[in-house]
């Protein structure tokens, strides 16, 4: 399998591990990932903040890119960068007339744009079935919250997930082996973009979260979002020198979670780079216990 | 032919722009017209009098009127004109106001309209031939379909009236939404002590035909003569024998697995049931699709433990036909049932509710089974989950209701009300609890409406807070409701025991089905539609077919009790006379020229458009023609416009005569 890669910012900065694992496990999963050439940002929240046609061009680029190098679907990791993609392809296509605009500024044309795939879409591609397959450790012990933020499933009626009660993270989350925990704060806001101006505010919010995912049974959490990552994880340090009683728990990306499950060490998907340090007891070699 | 010219000012309307005295005189010097006078109002009693006089003392024998639309005043001249002698059907309207002076500013140019048009009605006229109107028979009988508060009442209606009704309702009993009620507003009556007693009076008249557990399969003919095809679906018990003693459903091993639809699922019922105590009739019916006898034969306890022999394993669905001269639509309305995932796709939901995911997050209809004596707790307000008593209760409004994005644009209109009386039964009974409501506004229009939600604010102290809830969950047994009250410009969040969503009142399912099944029009929410909303507001644009109750908005229980009566009077307005009046000007088939494409038949909106054998002298079978059958045609032209080889013409609005018409403006 082959597919169109738009990796994003993040992927080379602040969420390297993300990048790393997915391609570590995209090797075992044989899919090839063909990165967009010369993409450029996706705009995140600041371009939209600024100007609409700013926001929008600057994702029709890359959808034109990927579209004039003969790809038919593109796969964006990121969740803002998917969100981006995906409003803008649904802009894109129902206003014609934005369209000319966008197409004379980006000096491209946009005729088919690609199928856009957020992670959790990627894997049911894929197969969770193939997954469970390539299975070597056993991840009983993990009882994940799957945490989608505030952008993966949004807006209504871009994904096909239901934007207020999703449940296709947790479909691939049990194709690893790993239990769920069903809690409230999936969606809640962690605080996003505030983390370096109010970092008091990031750390309130993603208390919260952290403290009801843990309360409904939760030791690790999973995401699929750097900006998600970034905060859950690197907050916590913070959170836990203002309220003392509080008690960490690992973040890792669904891409790791799957790493762990195909058997890849802990190095190799770059989870020795957290904040939060990944402890807990895993198996290895399901299949040789399974024979034995 | 002596054409007359009659030119109305209508007071200021037409004469402000129109020039009535230029127009008469030029229309004075038309081909064939012998008379042509101006008047300030042509409708009024002596403006009338100067056509008659006219035709009269002329002899004339054709008549046009400069006037308003003659969806105003056709009728009216035609009258006059009838009335001197000269068949209706020779007097024509040229549209002189909303065509003409409505339309222009300059009086010039638009008298030079109104010449025209006048000229062009002459033209018409002296092509016109004197017409008869259709005299159709009347059956005057009623067809009520549904069974609800709005079919009762139309059914007893016209049945005390002595006419005979059949009255068609889908599910085992009637009583429909109004019996699962509790007590109503504004007066806080029980709801079953006044609906059963007139169920019982629909069971026992001697006009009406009660088909409960039926549906309607076909509607054939036309207003006074419809034939109607009625489903009566098979109970499994024979209704002649049972006494409604209630032994099988006592014995039916099946208590737990069928969920009670009259308690809106917070109960169980037995898989041969009746769906409620005071059901009319109280015969059970027996659910195939859980009952073991139907699954694998293996049980029969019904049927052993039966006295009197009425349960019937292999009765079948019948089909029984019906002559009927009007129909009243009464089918009601559904509740927005929402869901993390809805199965109409269209609708999105509200997950953020968690409706269908907390036990204790319910909607309108189930507190009304929880406030009710008749009901699982036997109205003591107890919470699904546990069972215990909530002290705290969030009530939601308008949840599908004026919401574009996720449910539907229109305002449910009933649950500003019920919502004040669910958070005042509640305050009533649980003198510690509190209620909140969120509200966006209140409508509480109609008679000691707003007084009763004042009451549930001052006296009851139920506390309304002006804004949207954004989310619920739950948190150590208690619902967290996160909101805004928009009025303080603050985030509320209201640890809750129980949430009651007022959801938005949908159209039934089947609603455009139906529609389809019987010829009435349906808007995009699944509504029937009325033919005028102001003045003809019970009337479907199919003739003979009326409207009544939630089926055709939103509305409550006295609205819908005045619609069903008024729909009942405009049924026994039909039966008023023997023959029905029709106009004459619909489609009439030249069948030497009919070819049989039949393409007619496809865009007949009507289904007027019939298929006739032509046999020869010696009986052989020569060809099929297109027939039009006068009682359901209304003279559209559609047929008229399609039809390639122009063998069908509209009587009154010839090819000749439309041509005519154009020739006379260029």
Not at chain 2, 158 to 182: D, F, R
């Amino acid at each position: 399998m082959q597919i169109g890669y738009y990796p994003g910012c993040s992927q080379e900065g602040t969420a390297k591990e993300y990048d790393k694992s997915l391609r570590e496990i995209l090797k075992i999963l044989n899919v090839d990932l063909t990165e967009i050439d010369d993409w450029s940002c996706c705009g995140a929240t600041s371009a939209h903040v600024t100007s609409h046609k700013l926001s929008l061009a600057l994702s029709a680029r890359n959808l034109a890119l990927a579209e004039k190098q003969g790809m038919k679907e593109i796969f964006a990791p990121c969740a803002a960068c998917y969100n981006r993609l995906a409003s803008s392809k649904t802009e894109l296509q129902n206003h014609q007339e934005q369209k000319y605009e966008i197409e004379t500024i980006i000096e491209e044309k946009i005729n088919n744009i690609p199928e856009i795939y957020n992670i959790v879409n990627f894997f049911q591609k894929v197969g969770k079935e193939k997954i469970t397959e390539k299975k070597k450790t056993d991840l009983k012990n993990l009882k994940a919250a799957c945490y989608y933020g505030c952008l993966l499933v949004r807006p209504n009626g871009i994904n096909t997930d239901d934007s207020e009660q999703p449940d296709s993270m947790e479909e691939i989350v049990k194709a690893t082996g790993a239990q769920t925990v069903d809690w409230n704060f999936k969606l809640e806001c962690c605080g996003a973009a505030h983390s370096i101006a109010r970092t008091d505010i990031v750390v309130d919010l993603s208390k919260k979260i952290l403290d009801d995912a843990q309360k409904h049974g939760a030791n690790v959490m999973i995401v699929a979002c750097p900006m998600c990552h970034s905060n859950l994880d690197m907050r916590q340090k913070n959170i836990k020198s203002k309220f003392s009683d509080y008690k960490v728990i690992p973040v890792l990306y669904l891409s790791e979670l799957i790493g762990l499950a195909l058997g890849l060490s802990k190095k190799e998907l770059g989870i020795d780079t957290h904040f939060i340090e990944f402890d807990l007891p895993i198996k290895n070699n399901v299949q040789e216990e399974v024979s034995a | 032919m002596k054409i007359g010219v009659f030119i109305c000012h209508c007071g200021e309307n037409i004469g402000r722009t129109v020039d009535c005295a230029r127009v008469s005189k030029a229309a004075g010097f038309f081909p064939n017209v012998v008379h042509s006078v101006d008047y300030k109002y042509m409708c009024s009693d002596p403006g009338q009098n100067i056509i008659k006089q006219a035709i009269k003392d002329l002899q004339l024998d054709g008549v046009v009127v400069g006037s308003c639309s003659p969806h105003m005043h056709e009728k009216t001249f035609r009258k006059a004109v009838a009335d001197a002698g000269v068949n209706p059907f020779l007097c024509e309207i040229a549209n002189l106001r909303e065509h003409v002076s409505w339309v222009h500013d300059d009086m010039d140019v638009a008298t030079d309209k109104a010449i025209d048009l006048v000229r062009f009605a002459v033209e018409k006229v002296k092509r016109n031939a004197p017409l008869k109107t259709i005299q159709v028979p009347v059956t005057k009988r009623t067809l009520v379909i549904g069974g609800g508060i709005s079919g009762i009442q139309a059914a007893l209606d016209v049945a005390n009236a002595g006419y005979e009704v059949v009255l068609v309702e889908k599910e085992p009993s009637i009583g429909g939404h109004m019996s699962q009620l509790s007590e109503t507003f504004p007066t806080l009556d029980c709801s079953q002590c006044i609906l059963t007693p007139r169920m019982v009076e629909v069971y026992q008249h001697p006009k009406i035909k009660l088909l409960t557990y039926s549906e309607v399969e076909k509607v054939e003919g036309f207003i006074g003569n419809f034939k109607v095809t009625i489903r009566k679906k098979a109970r499994k018990v024979d209704d002649t024998k049972c006494t409604g003693c209630g032994d099988c459903m006592q014995k039916c091993p099946i208590k737990k697995k069928a969920l009670s639809e009259f308690d809106e699922n917070l109960t169980t019922r037995s898989a041969i049931y009746v769906p409620f105590p005071q059901a009319v009739p109280n015969i059970p019916v027996i659910d195939t699709e859980v009952c073991t006898y139907f699954k694998n034969g293996k049980c029969s306890m019904c049927k052993k433990v039966c006295g009197r022999d009425a349960i019937f394993f292999e009765q079948e669905d019948q089909m029984l036909t019906e002559e009927i001269g009007a129909i009243i639509v009464a089918t009601g309305y559904k509740l927005y049932t929402i869901d993390k995932k809805p199965k109409n796709s269209e609708i999105k939901g509200y997950g953020e509710y968690g409706y269908g995911k907390y036990k204790d997050v319910i909607d309108g209809l189930q507190f009304e089974r929880i406030a009710s004596a008749s009901g699982p707790t036997s109205g003591e307000f107890k919470r699904p989950s546990d069972g215990k008593e909530p002290k705290k209760i969030v009530f939601i409004q308008c949840v599908g209701s004026r919401d574009e994005s996720k449910g539907f644009s229109y305002c449910s209109k009933i649950c500003c009300m019920y919502t004040a009386k669910h958070a005042m039964l509640y305050k009533h009974k649980v003198h510690d609890g509190e209620a909140y409501v969120f509200y966006m506004d209140i409508r509480s229009g109609g008679k000691m409406y707003d007084e009763f939600v004042r009451r549930a604010i001052e006296e009851d102290g139920v506390k309304y807070i002006r804004g949207r809830v954004s989310r619920i969950y739950e948190e150590n047994g208690k619902y967290i409701v996160k909101g805004e009250d928009t009025l303080a410009g603050v985030p509320v969040e209201i640890d809750a025991d129980m949430v009651v969503l007022a959801t938005a009142m949908i159209a039934q399912p089947e609603a455009s089905k139906l529609a389809q099944t019987i010829g009435i029009p349906y808007d995009k929410y699944g509504y029937f539609v009325e033919v005028h909303p102001k003045l003809r507001p019970v009337e479907s644009s199919s003739g003979g077919i009326f409207l009544a109750g939630a089926c055709h908005s939103p509305r409550d229980i006295p609205d819908s009790v005045a619609m069903a009566s008024a729909a009942a009077a405009k049924a026994m307005v039909l039966f008023g006379s023997d023959m029905l009046e029709r106009e004459p000007t619909i489609a009439l088939v030249n069948e030497n020229l009919c070819a049989g494409c039949f393409y007619c038949k496809k865009v007949c909106a009507y289904n007027a458009i019939e298929v006739k054998q032509i046999f020869d002298r010696q009986g052989n079978f020569v060809k099929e023609v297109a027939y039009v059958n006068s009682g359901l045609c209304q003279g559209c032209g559609t047929c008229n416009a399609t039809c390639p080889s122009k063998s069908i013409e509209l009587i009154g609005y010839t090819d000749e005569q439309i041509y005519a018409e154009i020739a006379a403006l260029m």
